[in-house]
Protein backbone atom coordinates (compact mmCIF):
# COMPACT_ATOMS: atom_id res chain seq x y z
CA UNK A 1 0.00 0.00 0.00
CA UNK A 2 1.52 3.63 -0.79
CA UNK A 3 2.66 5.78 1.75
CA UNK A 4 3.12 9.09 2.85
CA UNK A 5 5.29 11.50 0.31
CA UNK A 6 6.73 13.83 3.47
CA UNK A 7 5.81 17.01 1.76
CA UNK A 8 3.54 18.50 3.93
CA UNK A 9 5.42 20.40 6.57
CA UNK A 10 3.43 23.16 8.41
CA UNK A 11 0.40 23.11 4.97
CA UNK A 12 0.21 21.22 2.09
CA UNK A 13 3.36 20.88 -0.47
CA UNK A 14 2.13 18.41 -2.64
CA UNK A 15 1.51 18.63 -7.00
CA UNK A 16 -0.87 21.79 -7.63
CA UNK A 17 -3.33 21.58 -10.70
CA UNK A 18 -4.62 24.24 -13.81
CA UNK A 19 -7.91 24.77 -12.41
CA UNK A 20 -8.66 26.79 -15.59
CA UNK A 21 -7.35 23.55 -17.72
CA UNK A 22 -9.25 20.78 -15.33
CA UNK A 23 -12.38 23.11 -15.65
CA UNK A 24 -12.20 23.00 -19.70
CA UNK A 25 -11.92 19.63 -19.81
CA UNK A 26 -15.07 18.69 -16.87
CA UNK A 27 -17.48 21.07 -18.94
CA UNK A 28 -16.35 19.56 -22.07
CA UNK A 29 -17.09 16.19 -20.62
CA UNK A 30 -20.17 17.18 -18.94
CA UNK A 31 -21.37 18.15 -22.81
CA UNK A 32 -20.40 15.31 -24.53
CA UNK A 33 -22.53 13.46 -22.01
CA UNK A 34 -25.30 15.53 -22.10
CA UNK A 35 -25.37 17.49 -18.61
CA UNK A 36 -26.56 20.93 -18.62
CA UNK A 37 -24.33 23.74 -17.46
CA UNK A 38 -25.11 26.90 -15.43
CA UNK A 39 -22.88 29.73 -15.02
CA UNK A 40 -23.18 31.27 -11.98
CA UNK A 41 -25.06 34.73 -12.47
CA UNK A 42 -23.51 38.02 -10.91
CA UNK A 43 -19.99 36.46 -10.39
CA UNK A 44 -17.78 38.69 -13.02
CA UNK A 45 -14.96 36.99 -14.14
CA UNK A 46 -14.93 33.88 -11.66
CA UNK A 47 -15.79 30.49 -13.37
CA UNK A 48 -18.64 29.35 -11.06
CA UNK A 49 -20.47 26.19 -12.47
CA UNK A 50 -23.86 24.35 -11.87
CA UNK A 51 -23.99 21.08 -13.49
CA UNK A 52 -26.93 18.79 -13.76
CA UNK A 53 -27.42 15.09 -15.49
CA UNK A 54 -31.31 14.00 -15.13
CA UNK A 55 -33.15 11.02 -15.71
CA UNK A 56 -36.84 10.09 -16.50
CA UNK A 57 -37.07 7.76 -13.78
CA UNK A 58 -34.93 8.87 -10.50
CA UNK A 59 -34.47 6.90 -7.57
CA UNK A 60 -32.26 9.55 -5.94
CA UNK A 61 -31.07 12.78 -6.36
CA UNK A 62 -27.21 13.36 -4.84
CA UNK A 63 -25.41 16.69 -4.70
CA UNK A 64 -21.76 16.73 -5.03
CA UNK A 65 -19.21 19.63 -4.79
CA UNK A 66 -15.39 19.63 -4.52
CA UNK A 67 -12.89 22.72 -4.86
CA UNK A 68 -14.14 24.88 -2.07
CA UNK A 69 -10.03 24.69 -0.77
CA UNK A 70 -7.47 26.00 -3.72
CA UNK A 71 -4.50 23.85 -1.72
CA UNK A 72 -6.96 20.55 -1.95
CA UNK A 73 -6.31 19.38 -5.97
CA UNK A 74 -7.67 15.95 -5.48
CA UNK A 75 -11.34 16.65 -5.46
CA UNK A 76 -11.98 18.71 -8.74
CA UNK A 77 -9.76 15.89 -10.92
CA UNK A 78 -11.74 13.37 -8.99
CA UNK A 79 -14.86 14.76 -10.77
CA UNK A 80 -12.99 15.27 -13.91
CA UNK A 81 -12.33 11.57 -13.96
CA UNK A 82 -16.08 10.60 -13.04
CA UNK A 83 -17.81 12.81 -15.34
CA UNK A 84 -15.47 11.69 -18.43
CA UNK A 85 -15.75 8.36 -17.68
CA UNK A 86 -19.75 8.77 -17.39
CA UNK A 87 -20.09 5.44 -15.07
CA UNK A 88 -23.30 6.36 -13.52
CA UNK A 89 -25.58 4.26 -12.16
CA UNK A 90 -28.97 4.00 -13.96
CA UNK A 91 -31.90 6.07 -12.01
CA UNK A 92 -30.08 8.90 -10.32
CA UNK A 93 -30.72 12.46 -10.98
CA UNK A 94 -26.89 14.67 -10.32
CA UNK A 95 -26.57 18.15 -9.54
CA UNK A 96 -22.82 18.69 -8.73
CA UNK A 97 -20.56 21.91 -8.56
CA UNK A 98 -16.68 20.91 -9.85
CA UNK A 99 -15.42 23.93 -8.36
CA UNK A 100 -16.42 26.65 -5.99
CA UNK A 101 -13.20 28.46 -5.19
CA UNK A 102 -11.12 28.86 -8.31
CA UNK A 103 -8.51 31.82 -7.41
CA UNK A 104 -8.08 29.57 -4.09
CA UNK A 105 -6.20 26.78 -6.80
CA UNK A 106 -4.44 29.90 -9.05
CA UNK A 107 -2.62 30.99 -5.64
CA UNK A 108 -2.60 27.27 -3.93
CA UNK A 109 -4.36 28.76 -0.95
CA UNK A 110 -7.04 27.16 0.86
CA UNK A 111 -8.50 30.39 0.99
CA UNK A 112 -9.81 32.80 -2.24
CA UNK A 113 -8.35 35.40 -3.28
CA UNK A 114 -9.63 38.03 -1.13
CA UNK A 115 -8.05 35.72 1.79
CA UNK A 116 -11.44 34.30 3.19
CA UNK A 117 -12.12 30.11 3.89
CA UNK A 118 -15.32 30.15 1.66
CA UNK A 119 -16.41 26.85 3.92
CA UNK A 120 -16.86 28.90 6.92
CA UNK A 121 -19.13 31.47 5.44
CA UNK A 122 -22.53 29.97 4.77
CA UNK A 123 -24.40 31.41 7.46
CA UNK A 124 -23.80 35.17 7.66
CA UNK A 125 -22.73 34.99 3.72
CA UNK A 126 -20.36 37.46 2.74
CA UNK A 127 -18.42 36.30 -0.47
CA UNK A 128 -19.86 36.51 -4.39
CA UNK A 129 -19.07 32.89 -4.36
CA UNK A 130 -21.32 32.08 -1.55
CA UNK A 131 -23.93 34.21 -2.72
CA UNK A 132 -24.02 32.29 -6.15
CA UNK A 133 -23.17 29.02 -4.91
CA UNK A 134 -26.41 29.27 -2.37
CA UNK A 135 -28.29 30.98 -4.68
CA UNK A 136 -28.20 27.82 -6.57
CA UNK A 137 -28.58 25.60 -4.11
CA UNK A 138 -31.90 27.18 -3.17
CA UNK A 139 -32.77 26.67 -6.68
CA UNK A 140 -32.56 23.05 -6.95
CA UNK A 141 -35.09 20.26 -5.61
CA UNK A 142 -34.63 18.79 -2.32
CA UNK A 143 -31.93 15.77 -2.66
CA UNK A 144 -31.45 12.59 -0.44
CA UNK A 145 -27.85 13.06 0.09
CA UNK A 146 -25.09 15.61 -0.51
CA UNK A 147 -21.66 14.66 -0.72
CA UNK A 148 -18.31 17.12 -0.56
CA UNK A 149 -14.71 16.51 -1.69
CA UNK A 150 -11.98 17.26 0.50
CA UNK A 151 -8.63 16.73 1.22
CA UNK A 152 -7.00 17.14 4.40
CA UNK A 153 -3.26 17.74 4.54
CA UNK A 154 -2.58 16.51 7.87
CA UNK A 155 -4.23 13.24 7.82
CA UNK A 156 -2.68 10.25 8.11
CA UNK A 157 -5.21 8.70 5.71
CA UNK A 158 -8.94 8.84 4.54
CA UNK A 159 -11.80 9.80 6.68
CA UNK A 160 -15.38 11.33 6.52
CA UNK A 161 -17.76 13.17 8.14
CA UNK A 162 -21.61 11.96 8.20
CA UNK A 163 -23.74 14.60 9.06
CA UNK A 164 -26.91 12.87 9.98
CA UNK A 165 -29.32 14.87 12.73
CA UNK A 166 -32.20 12.51 11.54
CA UNK A 167 -30.06 9.23 12.34
CA UNK A 168 -31.33 8.13 8.53
CA UNK A 169 -30.01 4.91 6.92
CA UNK A 170 -26.30 5.62 5.94
CA UNK A 171 -23.33 3.71 4.22
CA UNK A 172 -20.12 5.49 5.50
CA UNK A 173 -18.96 1.79 6.40
CA UNK A 174 -19.68 0.60 2.93
CA UNK A 175 -17.14 3.62 1.82
CA UNK A 176 -14.39 2.98 4.26
CA UNK A 177 -14.17 -0.74 3.72
CA UNK A 178 -14.04 0.36 -0.19
CA UNK A 179 -10.84 2.93 0.61
CA UNK A 180 -9.09 1.01 2.49
CA UNK A 181 -8.41 -1.55 -0.32
CA UNK A 182 -6.14 0.95 -1.72
CA UNK A 183 -5.43 3.83 0.51
CA UNK A 184 -4.79 4.16 4.15
CA UNK A 185 -7.61 4.82 6.62
CA UNK A 186 -7.11 7.27 9.48
CA UNK A 187 -8.04 5.15 12.48
CA UNK A 188 -6.94 7.91 14.65
CA UNK A 189 -9.68 8.18 18.16
CA UNK A 190 -9.76 12.32 17.59
CA UNK A 191 -9.49 13.71 14.20
CA UNK A 192 -9.80 17.43 13.58
CA UNK A 193 -10.19 17.60 17.25
CA UNK A 194 -13.00 15.61 16.97
CA UNK A 195 -13.98 11.80 18.31
CA UNK A 196 -13.82 9.37 15.35
CA UNK A 197 -14.21 5.63 14.98
CA UNK A 198 -12.48 3.96 12.15
CA UNK A 199 -12.45 6.88 10.13
CA UNK A 200 -15.53 7.85 10.40
CA UNK A 201 -16.91 11.28 11.97
CA UNK A 202 -20.64 11.71 13.20
CA UNK A 203 -20.68 15.32 14.26
CA UNK A 204 -23.75 16.84 15.91
CA UNK A 205 -25.69 19.64 13.91
CA UNK A 206 -25.79 22.12 15.86
CA UNK A 207 -26.10 25.32 13.58
CA UNK A 208 -26.76 28.07 16.54
CA UNK A 209 -23.51 26.74 17.97
CA UNK A 210 -21.32 27.45 15.32
CA UNK A 211 -21.01 31.43 14.17
CA UNK A 212 -19.12 29.95 11.16
CA UNK A 213 -21.02 27.49 8.85
CA UNK A 214 -19.76 25.18 6.29
CA UNK A 215 -21.25 24.13 2.90
CA UNK A 216 -22.01 21.03 4.80
CA UNK A 217 -24.35 22.28 7.08
CA UNK A 218 -25.90 24.60 4.93
CA UNK A 219 -27.42 21.56 2.78
CA UNK A 220 -28.21 19.61 5.21
CA UNK A 221 -30.33 22.58 6.76
CA UNK A 222 -31.79 23.31 3.55
CA UNK A 223 -32.24 20.60 1.28
CA UNK A 224 -31.18 17.23 2.70
CA UNK A 225 -31.44 15.80 6.31
CA UNK A 226 -27.72 13.53 4.90
CA UNK A 227 -24.07 14.99 4.05
CA UNK A 228 -21.10 13.07 3.43
CA UNK A 229 -18.07 15.07 3.56
CA UNK A 230 -14.70 12.95 2.45
CA UNK A 231 -11.57 13.56 3.09
CA UNK A 232 -8.68 12.02 1.67
CA UNK A 233 -5.10 12.39 2.96
CA UNK A 234 -3.05 14.81 0.54
CA UNK A 235 0.38 14.19 1.55
CA UNK A 236 -0.03 10.76 -0.33
CA UNK A 237 0.38 10.47 -4.35
CA UNK A 238 -2.36 12.26 -5.94
CA UNK A 239 -3.48 8.48 -8.03
CA UNK A 240 -4.00 7.76 -4.73
CA UNK A 241 -6.05 10.56 -3.40
CA UNK A 242 -8.20 11.00 -6.52
CA UNK A 243 -9.02 7.19 -6.97
CA UNK A 244 -10.09 7.32 -2.94
CA UNK A 245 -12.50 10.22 -3.97
CA UNK A 246 -13.68 8.56 -7.26
CA UNK A 247 -14.23 5.68 -5.06
CA UNK A 248 -15.89 7.07 -2.27
CA UNK A 249 -18.37 8.89 -4.02
CA UNK A 250 -19.12 5.47 -6.75
CA UNK A 251 -19.81 3.63 -3.45
CA UNK A 252 -21.79 6.16 -1.76
CA UNK A 253 -24.46 5.87 -4.74
CA UNK A 254 -24.31 1.49 -5.23
CA UNK A 255 -24.52 1.52 -1.58
CA UNK A 256 -27.35 3.44 -1.19
CA UNK A 257 -29.00 2.41 -4.19
CA UNK A 258 -29.57 -1.55 -2.98
CA UNK A 259 -30.89 -0.11 0.05
CA UNK A 260 -33.97 0.84 -1.86
Known sequence: MTAPLGKNIGGYGGDTIDIDDVLQRTLAAAQAHGW??????????????GLRRLTSDPRLAIYISTGIHGDEPAGPLAMLELIQANDWPSGVNLFVCPCLNPTGFQKNTRENQDGVDLNRDYRYIKTCE???????IDSLPT???????????????????ELN????????????????????IDHSERIDDRPASGGILKPVVSPEARSLWPEAFYI???KTRLS??????????????????????????????TKL
Not at 36 to 49: A, D, M, R, V
Not at 130 to 136: G, I, R
Not at 167 to 174: F, G, Q, R, T, Y
Open 36 to 49: SIENFPNTGELKLY
Open 165 to 184: PDNLPAVSKDVIDAIDQTCP
Open 130 to 136: VQAHTKW
Open 143 to 161: FDFGICLHEDWEARGFYLY
Open 220 to 222: VLK
Open 228 to 257: YTLEAPSDFQMVTRVNALSTAVQTLLDSHL
